[in-house]
C-alpha cells in the first residue's frame, strides 16, 4: 500500500467543550496518511491518476472550518469520512490532530484515528 503523508496543517475551527472554547477558532495542526494503489499514477505520470493532495487539504481546511464540534475525536472521524468519501482512490486515512491551546497543563493534546474504506 502506497501512502502520501501530509504534515502540520493549520486548520482554524472551533473546537472545545468550554465556553471560551465556544466562542472563536482556535489553530489545530493535522498530519494526514492518505493511503491505497498509486501504482497508475507512478506510471502514467499524470495527475488524473492520482490522489491531489493540495484537494485533499483543501477539503480537510474546507470541512473543519465549518464545524464546531466539541471533541476532537469527532472532529478526525468527520474529516476522515469526508477524505475517503472524496477520493475514491484511498482506501484507508490516518488523521492526526494536534491542539496546541488545550486546556491542559501538557503543551498540546493530540489524537489519531484510522479509517478504512468498507
Known amino acids: 500500500m502506497d501512502k502520501i503523508i501530509l504534515r502540520g496543517l493549520p486548520v482554524g475551527c472551533v473546537i472545545g467543550t468550554l465556553p471560551v472554547e465556544r466562542t472563536a477558532p482556535q489553530t489545530l495542526f493535522f498530519d494526514l496518511e492518505l493511503c491505497g494503489d498509486f501504482s497508475r499514477a507512478g506510471h502514467s505520470d499524470d495527475l488524473g491518476d492520482a490522489v491531489d493532495y493540495t484537494a485533499a487539504e483543501r477539503c480537510v481546511k474546507d470541512f473543519a472550518a465549518g464545524t464546531a464540534f466539541r471533541l476532537l475525536e469527532r472532529l478526525a472521524y468527520a474529516c476522515a469520512e469526508k477524505l475517503l468519501e472524496r477520493f475514491p482512490l484511498l482506501d484507508r486515512v ?11 497543563e501538557s503543551d498540546s493534546v493530540e489524537l489519531e484515528v484510522t479509517l478504512v474504506r468498507s
Open 94 to 104: 490516518t488523521l492526526r490532530i494536534r491542539k496546541p491551546d488545550a486546556p491542559v
